[in-house]
């Protein structure tokens, strides 16, 4: 653990650079220099550790707490994650070096212009931030998993606060900051249960003792609220969408496709590990909480015009994915049948790096999109794939993927899904296989509804014509962010090609947990061929999908182009009369009108969504308008109530700061005499 | 192996040959069912040959997606239709991908014909665009839950493995597979663009759905739309044919190539008259009431998928 342990070191010796040195002007190349650096050398780590030794290494620092110290462990799920870390930092800090060069250099541009306010500081944090994600996924005792969760939260609640310029920073970060020590609160909860009255706190001794049912089914519970706040599990997604856009670019990636990861990674911890024996119901239970996530985090997301918003609404859906594969691998570890829990967990994984993967590719088109027009609204871009040709493609990979389509890699992951789901009718709860058929269905609608959330993406940034000067001016990004976005895309590709070796790659995380790897009942380890079960003929093989659509594209091609006519004329496209009249590219389909027909076949029972046209009366020169409006349930029946409960309670338990000295020892004395009567009640 | 490779490549040939033929034979049966003599069944080959020889025009601002989301497109539901047993069970592809990667190849069609629709910058592709994309939300989640219902039953995905099952009769009449089989028409009918979801002869724009997609395309990029769009009605007739009334196709082991083939053109002729009979006697529906249709669809096949999960014990 020696080049981990100089990794982690680094990050934090970069982070005292970014502080010391942060009026030089190559603060900005050492500190993203040096994070890259540090996060390929975890990443090295990690997949040694994978390949070479099962990836268990343990080491106790003597920091921390007197007595207990600092227990750190990586087995094949920490070592995992870390490479799901690492992936991300290595690309983030490549982005990032150039984003903020370019922001840089506009700030220079612009030093007369006071829309473009000084940020705050990112350097000394980010790597900060790294190191805390790491910490989380290698903490083998419970007190300092909460200090590097802790950690964690803080780090990227300062990086939120760096554009606190921003009219919408200040209430995310605030939200944001609430919502994090809930569920920090929460886990605290569910490891004071974990560790029982035994008061040890290595996860070692946890694992000798896990907690009896009634115990476990509360810290389920909390871990589920604690780690799905993290996570974006709905209803407490709600920070989620407000938060991860208002940090820089590289950051947003980070903290939507890899923070809510660790999240992920302490819900996998805690309940296939920790909690030892699961129950069936856990499993049932993590299913309904992602298909409703899924479900509900796609149509957020085709209800924004922010694009980064709109892939912070789509985070929340991916996670659903996940939360659903993590809840039928336990389901099916309950039951006995670790073949399918480990095809299970495995789609689970393989999804974690996919959206991890292509999340990170579509938060840096969108600081890409933001650089070169300054705007982050739909309905002000259009026309891009001119003006930013390598972007486009690279958005079109990353949007292709996310989208579920083959031979990308985030179909790779559903298609996995589908096969441990279509294993349901094997289990004996009837509940569950009911259920099971209808998260099912969950899951497909979700991935058709990201389709179209995606092409309305895509479709409305990059395609047609510039909806405002800004995106017509737009120019292609620096070759440091290019890369950044090339890495991630790259990767997309060849996941979804050879999706078998990273499955193999982390066969012993899912080992460890599930005590099977998804290929055991096969007679040989396949390689190329993604055949998982052992039922007849289901397989898949992306690579001769690629090959077979590769070849026919261009036989095509070169047919049409033999035997058919290759003559080409460029002219007006008919504009409904709008032609010269129309620079603003109005009659243009928008991203409003683009979501029109979802909104109203699932908007009007979801969010009570409603179109209100404004028709002016004849005579009256007023443009027609058509106006939105639409509400979110989780803060119509959640938190609303809730803020209007605690004020309300705030205003009342206020009355007793100005009690008389006679009052307050009345009190004192009142509470003695009820904590000695329940005493009492309790002895006998 | 190298049988398999013979008949995948024949295979291939023989979707794309006959494609037009059903899309004709739908026209002809449509014309005679309301009284007119109708055109030749050769004619949409003459429409397809007539527009490979035109010139493309292209609006100012279409970009490279534009121009190659025809071949994307077309490719990509040529490999589908490749998937999809007609003749013989004993295809090389078949492993490649089963129904679920089937689906989602459409799926990637439908991605980028919709991309398409959008990068011209005019209001109507962007109309299409945006209710294909409702549609398929809707479409595609049911069609899944059939392939669900069916592999619960089969105990596989591989098309290939359900027509061998469901030739060997141990299947029965079971009410889960007719609901599949209701929402698999139902996916079909709104997949390919046919009344009462969208009229393939409309040009009235406010009606239209893919039609108003793919209206700024001309010469061989339309011939390859429209081709790909007959290519992909051949294929869903394929797909229920296959799973629903494999009887005659040739496996690995048994049955004739001939055989094979004869019975398909006999599934083909009959499915094409269906279809025709059920067009011309149904009103085009409302968009809006699309939703309330798939979402039948989608219930349907989930109800049925429920069946089986429940009635298949430990």
Redesign the interface.
């Known amino acids: 653990m020696t080049l981990l342990f100089v990794a982690l070191l680094a990050l934090f010796a970069l982070a005292v650079v970014g502080v010391a040195a942060r009026r030089s002007p190559w603060v900005g190349t050492a500190v993203y220099g040096g994070t890259a650096a540090a996060c390929g050398l975890i990443g090295l780590w990690a997949v040694e550790a994978l390949v070479g030794r099962g990836g268990v290494a343990a080491a106790v620092l003597p920091i921390g707490l007197p007595w207990i110290g600092v227990h750190l462990r990586a087995d094949g799920v920490s070592a995992f994650f870390l490479l799901v870390v690492a992936l991300g930092g290595v690309t983030a800090s490549l982005f990032g070096w150039g984003y903020e060069r370019a922001h840089a250099r506009a700030l220079a541009h612009h030093a007369a212009d006071h829309t473009h306010g000084e940020s705050g500081p990112v350097l000394p944090f980010f790597p900060l931030f790294l190191a805390g994600m790491s910490l989380v996924l290698l903490a083998n005792d419970a007190f300092s998993f909460l200090v590097s969760w802790e950690f964690m939260s803080l780090t990227s609640w300062l990086l939120v606060l760096s554009t606190h310029r921003e009219p919408d920073t200040p209430d995310a970060a605030r939200l944001y900051l609430v919502m994090a020590v809930l569920g920090t609160a929460c886990l605290l909860l569910a490891f004071g249960l974990l560790v029982g009255t035994g008061g040890d706190y290595r996860f070692d001794a946890i694992r000798q003792h896990p907690p009896e049912a009634g115990a476990a089914a509360l810290t389920v519970l909390l871990v589920v609220l604690g780690a799905g706040s993290k996570a974006g599990l709905v209803p407490l997604h709600v920070w989620l969408p407000l938060a991860h856009p208002a940090a820089p670019s590289h950051v947003s990636a980070l903290m939507s496709g890899v923070m809510t990861k660790v999240a992920v990674y302490a819900l996998v911890r805690v309940l296939f590990d920790l909690l030892g024996e699961p129950m069936w119901w856990w499993g049932g239970a993590l299913m309904a909480a992602g298909a409703v996530t899924a479900v509900m985090g796609v149509l957020y997301a085709l209800m924004q015009d922010d694009v980064k918003r709109l892939l912070a609404c789509s985070t929340i859906e991916n996670i659903g994915v996940i939360v659903i594969a993590l809840g039928l691998a336990l389901v099916f570890k309950a039951s006995h049948t670790p073949v399918i829990a480990a095809l299970a967990l495995s789609a689970a994984l393989l999804h974690v790096v996919n959206h991890s993967l292509f999340k990170s590719l579509l938060f840096f088109v969108a600081g890409a999109i933001l650089t070169a027009t300054g705007t982050r609204d739909l309905n002000r871009l259009g026309g891009l794939i001119h003006r930013m040709p390598t972007t486009a493609v690279l958005a079109l990979i990353g949007a292709a993927a996310i989208s579920a389509l083959p031979p990308l890699n985030g179909f790779v992951g559903e298609w996995l899904l589908f096969q441990a789901i279509l294993n349901a009718p094997a289990l004996p709860e009837w509940s569950l296989k009911i259920g099971i058929a209808v998260v099912g269905a969950a899951v497909a609608l979700a991935a058709a509804l990201a389709a179209a959330c995606f092409v309305r993406l895509y479709g409305i940034a990059f395609l047609g014509r510039p909806r405002s000067a800004e995106a017509g001016r737009a120019g292609e990004v620096g070759r440091a962010m290019l890369a950044g976005m090339a890495i991630p895309a790259a990767l997309c590709v060849a996941l979804g090609v050879l999706p078998t070796l990273v499955i193999r790659l982390f066969e012993p995380a899912v080992r460890a947990m599930v005590q099977a790897g998804p290929f055991d009942d096969r007679s040989y380890q396949p390689w190329i061929w993604l055949a998982p079960t052992s039922a007849i003929g289901n397989s898949y093989n992306g690579l001769i999908l690629l090959a077979m659509i590769a070849a026919l594209s261009v036989a095509l091609v070169l047919a049409i182009h033999r035997w058919a006519s290759d003559r080409v004329r460029r002219s007006i496209a008919w504009g409904c009369g709008h032609d010269g009249a129309d620079p603003a590219a109005l009659s243009q389909y928008s991203a409003s009108s683009f979501a029109q027909p979802i909104r109203r076949a699932f908007g009007g029972t979801v969010f009570n969504a409603r179109d209100r046209v404004d028709m002016p009366e004849p005579g009256d020169t007023r443009p027609a308008r058509l106006t939105v409006r639409w509400t979110d349930p989780a803060w119509a029946f959640l938190f609303t109530p809730v803020r209007r409960a605690v004020n309300w309670l705030a205003d009342h338990v206020d009355a007793l700061q100005f009690l008389t000295i006679r009052s307050y020892l009345t009190l004192m004395f009142a509470a003695l005499v009820v904590v000695l009567a329940l005493v009492a009640v309790v002895r006998s | 192996m190298i049988a398999a490779v013979i008949h995948q490549v024949l295979h291939m040939v023989l979707v794309l040959a006959l494609a037009p033929l059903l899309t004709g034979w739908i026209r002809l049966v449509k014309s005679r069912l309301v009284g007119r003599r109708g055109a030749s069944v050769l004619q949409p080959y003459r429409d397809l040959a007539r527009l490979?020889?035109?010139?493309?025009?292209?609006?100012?601002?279409?970009?490279?997606?534009f121009r190659s989301v025809p071949?994307?497109m077309?490719?990509?539901i040529?490999?589908a239709a490749?998937l999809v047993p007609v003749f013989t069970t004993d295809l090389a592809?078949?492993?490649?991908?089963?129904l679920?990667?089937l689906i989602?190849?459409l799926?990637?069609a439908?991605?980028f014909l919709?991309?398409a629709?959008?990068?011209?910058?005019?209001?109507f592709?962007?109309?299409g665009?945006?209710?294909e994309?409702?549609i398929?939300?809707?479409?595609?989640?049911a069609m899944?839950?059939v392939v669900?219902s069916v592999?619960?039953l089969v105990?596989?995905?591989?098309l290939?493995?359900i027509a061998v099952y469901m030739m060997g009769g141990t299947v029965g009449l079971r009410v889960s597979l007719a609901l599949a089989l209701i929402a698999l028409v139902m996916v079909a009918i709104a997949e390919n663009a046919r009344i009462p979801i969208d009229n393939p002869a409309t040009h009235l724009e406010l009606t239209m759905v893919h039609e108003a997609m793919v209206l700024?395309y001309s010469?061989?990029h339309l011939?390859?739309i429209e081709g790909a769009a007959m290519l992909k009605l051949l294929l869903y007739a394929a797909v229920i044919a296959c799973v629903f009334a494999p009887w005659g196709m040739a496996t690995p082991t048994q049955g004739s190539l001939w055989i094979g083939l004869l019975s398909f053109l006999a599934k083909l002729a009959t499915a094409g008259a269906a279809l025709a009979l059920f067009e011309t006697s149904i009103a085009k529906m409302r968009?809006?009431r699309v939703?309330e249709f798939l979402g039948g669809a989608?219930l349907l096949s989930?109800l049925g998928?429920?069946f089986?999960?429940?009635s298949?014990g430990?």
């Not at chain 2, 010139?55 to 279409?62: I, R, T």
């Not at chain 2, 398929?136 to 989640?141: G, H, N, R, S």
């Open positions: 490979l020889r035109k010139e493309v025009v292209l609006a100012d601002n279409a970009s490279w997606l071949y994307v077309f490719t990509a040529w490999l490749g592809l078949a492993p490649t991908g089963d679920i990667a989602a190849l799926g990637t439908r991605f919709a991309l629709g959008m990068d011209t910058g005019t209001s592709g962007g109309i665009s945006s209710r994309m409702m398929a939300a809707l479409a595609e989640p899944l839950m669900f592999a619960v105990r596989t995905t591989s290939a493995e700024e010469g061989r011939a390859l968009v809006f939703g989608l989930l998928a429920i089986l999960y429940v298949r430990v």
